[in-house]
């Protein structure tokens, strides 16, 4: 079992930045491929980036070269730093965690707003 809480999100101009983390209880950290995905208001949720075991990363086209995911395993904790936000930006942002081909866990997101 694995509980994921994120924080770190808010309200951010255009061009700003944010960096949301993701804090994960539980054991064995350092074996769940962690990813982070966001949902706007009316759309479906989307992969932002995966972050493998070895620390990995691949984004989606719309946040390459913007956006860089981390993890922390000693302090069982994954970030998001998102540089350059743009008006399309703006959702409730999500973590997960997976282990292999085991049961997904979700937090609860944290929302970013960009907007001047």
């Known amino acids: 079992q694995v509980q994921l809480v994120e924080s770190g999100g808010g309200l951010v101009e255009p061009g700003g930045s944010l960096r949301l983390s993701c804090a994960a209880s539980?054991?064995?950290?350092?074996?769940?491929?962690m990813g982070w995905y966001r949902q706007a208001p009316g759309k479906q949720r989307e992969l932002v980036a995966i972050?493998?075991?070895?620390?990995?990363?691949n984004y989606a086209d719309s946040v390459k070269d913007r956006f860089t995911a981390s993890r922390d395993n000693a302090k069982n904790t994954v970030y998001l730093q998102m540089n350059s936000l743009k008006l399309e930006d703006p959702a409730v942002y999500y973590c997960n965690a997976r282990r292999g081909y085991g049961v997904p866990y979700w937090g609860k997101g944290t929302l970013v707003t960009v907007s001047s």
């Open positions: 539980g054991s064995d950290f350092n074996y769940y491929t």
């Open positions: 972050l493998t075991t070895v620390s990995t990363a």
